[in-house]
Each structure stands twice: as C-alpha cells, then as structure tokens.
C-alpha cells in the first residue's frame, strides 16, 4: 500500500512537468463473471449446502475522478474510484425436503487503476495495474477505527479496454477487470448462518465520463 501510495504521490507531483493535464469525473455500470464452480457442495456446522452462482444476477456501478496526462501518442490515466457489485447465489439446504433460497452479496470497494495507453486514431487502448480495497462505504476511509486491519483486505488485479473520446470532452471507455487475489466472502442462508465462498470474480466495466 505504502509503494502505490508513492507512486501516485509521484505522479501527482510530476503534473506541471507535463503540458496536457486533463482532469476528469466518470461513472458506469459492471457486469460481474465469477469463475468459482457451477455448483460447490459446503457444510456450515452439520448441514450441508449446494451454492449455485447465478450469472444473470451479478452486476453494479462505478463513480469517481481520473487525471489523464497526455506524452505525445501515449498518456498515464491514475483514476480513483468507488464502486458497488452484488453478486446472487442459489442456495439449497440439503435435507429430506430440499430448500432453496436465494442469497446475495454486495461488495462496496474503492478501486484505485493506473492505467497507460496510447492513441491508435480515434481509439485509445489501455491497461494497467489495479488496486482494490473492500470498504462498508465510503465513511470507512474517515470512520474506520483500525486502517491497518482495514488495509489487510487490499487485494490487486488489472484493467485492460479500449476507449474513445468524443468532442475532447466525453469519453467512453469499455475494461474488462481481473483480479490476482481470492477473495474470502460469505453469504448467509435464512436462518442466518454462514457460508464462506471462494471466488475470483472479473467484471467488466462500462463508463462515461467528462473532462475539464
């Protein structure tokens, strides 16, 4: 954490060696794959589970701010932002008469890209390296009574799309986001126990954004 901190630190006090600076807000929605199992069988204390994930029930929204820093035909693009996934599982309770719930799980994090690119025409390409810290919500950051704790759960991945920009002003870009580390997440049937799930979800981002 202390090293990305550097390296953005460095980039935003490197701003005035560059001549174009375009500061921007952006926002869009996400489309969540997870590669865990179809199907995973789970015991929570003597009962067992089946836990299907439900493709067509993961999706979310991102929002924040970037600085683009523009070198001839390539540019440096350090973004911040929050964003909200929910991800629906099918859970069924192995018994003589079998029941079935529908579980969800919502992830609220604050991702922090750097993603480098270049122009190929109208086109941008770009990629880069990603960091995700999980949050409760934005409060965490101020609230949070132990940020050491809270950092642990800092996990890494990458972003790579293509954009474009339109009028200098809007741009568009579509990312497909992987991630290198599992997350240890939990879902809770009716009676509310836990069940922990093992996943490496990927996503992929949609986004329209401005810039000053």
């Given at each position: 954490m202390k090293k990305l901190l550097a390296?953005?630190?460095?980039?935003?006090?490197?701003?005035?060696?560059?001549?174009?600076?375009?500061?921007?807000l952006k926002g869009?929605?996400?489309t969540t794959s997870l590669t865990m199992e179809n199907l995973k069988t789970l015991t929570s204390g003597e009962t067992q589970y089946t836990v299907e994930a439900l493709e067509e029930g993961n999706y979310g929204f991102h929002a924040g701010?970037?600085?683009?820093?523009?070198?001839?035909?390539f540019y440096i693009q350090p973004e911040l932002l929050f964003s909200s996934?929910?991800?629906?599982?099918?859970?069924?309770?192995?018994?003589?008469?079998?029941?079935e719930s529908i579980s969800k799980q919502q992830f609220n994090k604050l991702d922090l890209p750097i993603m480098l690119g270049f122009y190929l025409g109208p086109v941008?390409?770009?990629?880069g390296p990603s960091a995700s810290l999980l949050i409760n919500s934005p409060s965490d950051l101020i609230d949070h009574p132990d940020f050491n704790a809270m950092y642990?759960?800092?996990?890494?991945?990458?972003?790579?799309g293509v954009g474009v920009d339109v009028l200098k002003r809007l741009t568009i870009d579509l990312r497909y986001e992987g991630s290198l580390?599992?997350?240890?997440?939990?879902?809770?049937?009716?009676?509310?126990?836990k069940i922990k799930l093992d996943d490496r979800p990927g996503a992929f981002h949609l986004s329209l954004g401005f810039m000053f």
């Open positions: 390296v953005v630190l460095v980039i935003f006090i490197s701003l005035p060696l560059f001549s174009q600076v375009r500061f921007g869009g929605l996400s701010a970037f600085v683009r820093i523009n070198i001839s035909k996934r929910t991800n629906e599982y099918s859970v069924t309770e192995l018994e003589e008469s079998p029941v941008r390409l770009n990629a642990q759960d800092l996990t890494f991945g990458y972003q790579a580390n599992k997350y240890q997440t939990q879902i809770s049937n009716a009676t509310g126990d």
